[in-house]
Each structure stands twice: as structure tokens, then as C-alpha cells.
């Protein structure tokens, strides 16, 4: 699988690792979101995650976008 570039997994430890850098929007978040979820389609285990916003300019979030995704997240 190709991860995009601010995202690093680490087999070795079961790291999944996201550093955003510029604008953080509904795009960047539906991108690592979806890599996310291929990931754990394909371990079937549990694993940790870290985001690392350091480099993250901006912000462009509304929170309806933020409510619906962390209940997608949680009921999935």
C-alpha cells in the first residue's frame, strides 16, 4: 500500500504516525482518514497512533465536519 508522504507506518511497532503540514482541511483529514482504515482492513490488529501537528499551519475544520467524524470513527 502507498501511504502518502506525511504518513509513516511502522510495522516493527505498530505505529501509525500522521504529520500534516500546511493547511489541515476536510481533504487532508479524508485522505489520512482513508489510509487509516486500509490499514486496519488489512492488519485485522490493533494498533497505536500518533499525530504529530507541529508543522500544521492552518486550520480550516467546521464543527459539524468534526462531530461526524469522530462519531464515523467511533461506531466503526
Given amino acids: 500500500m502507498m501511504l502518502p508522504a506525511e504518513v509513516q507506518f511502522y510495522e516493527d511497532i505498530h505505529l501509525f504516525v500522521w504529520r500534516p503540514r500546511g493547511l489541515l482541511?476536510?481533504?487532508a483529514i479524508n485522505?489520512?482518514?482513508g489510509?487509516?482504515?486500509?490499514?486496519?482492513?488489512k492488519l485485522q490488529a490493533p494498533f497505536n497512533r500518533f499525530s504529530d501537528t507541529l508543522a500544521a499551519d492552518e486550520v480550516e475544520l467546521n464543527f459539524k465536519y468534526?462531530?461526524?467524524v469522530s462519531l464515523h470513527r467511533r461506531l466503526t
Avoid: F, H, T
Fill in 25 to 27: 482541511d476536510e481533504a
Fill in 31 to 33: 485522505k489520512v482518514l
Fill in 35 to 41: 489510509c487509516l482504515e486500509d490499514l486496519e482492513g
Fill in 66 to 68: 468534526i462531530i461526524q
